[in-house]
């Protein structure tokens, strides 16, 4: 799934790259690319017109398992992602949730959509985003977009959290 596997989830670690993150260049035009581990070829980062995505944290895989474990492993989840949307609404202020609902259904029908939300579903990173900007974004004259998100492809994959830094507003998109 991602290069994270394995990894211990920290509020503060995540928080810090997503800030690393924000001081990065995204590209201003060009084709979605999504760059894999060159050892693994599980997911790094993908990048597309106005945006960078990357994977925070990639919880175990769920294969054989049932509730209550499956249960709390969820729970797990959404207090990890509940703890850094918390630093970072302490950083930038409250975030502003974002649905996945319309994009959802535009990648179902095969519609156009913004490249990020394509990138997003093409990530099975289906999860409804925090969203937070314009936030600073060091040097940068014009702030950039951060969102997290909590998603998991299916039953049995693992939860990923994930995070994206655009040069443009993260909107809810219109049905």
């Known amino acids: 799934m991602t290069a994270r596997a394995g990894e211990t989830f920290e509020t503060g670690q995540a928080a810090a790259e997503i800030e690393a993150l924000l001081a990065e260049p995204v590209p201003a035009t060009g084709p ?3 760059e894999g581990d060159p050892v693994s070829g599980e997911w790094t980062v993908t990048r597309g017109e106005g945006f960078v995505s990357v994977p ?3 919880g175990d895989s769920l294969t054989g398992v ?3 474990e499956w249960n709390d492993a969820e729970e797990a989840a959404e207090a990890q992602l509940a703890d850094l949307v918390e630093e970072l609404d ?3 202020g409250s975030h502003r949730p974002v649905s996945m609902r319309v994009p959802i259904f535009r990648n179902i029908e095969d519609q156009p959509m913004p490249a990020l939300f394509q ?3 093409d990530e099975d990173l289906l999860g409804d985003l925090a969203v937070w900007g314009p936030v600073p974004a060091g040097s940068a004259t014009n702030g950039r977009w951060v969102a997290v ?3 998991q492809s299916d039953g049995d994959a693992p939860m990923i959290i994930a995070a994206v830094v655009s040069d443009r507003p993260i909107i809810e998109l219109d049905e």
Request: glycine fraction near 0%.
């Open 66 to 68: 049932y509730a209550p």
């Open 90 to 92: 302490r950083r930038w």
């Open 149 to 151: 998100s909590l998603n």
């Open 32 to 34: 979605t690319v999504t």
């Open 119 to 121: 990138a997003l579903c």
């Open 56 to 58: 925070l944290w990639e």
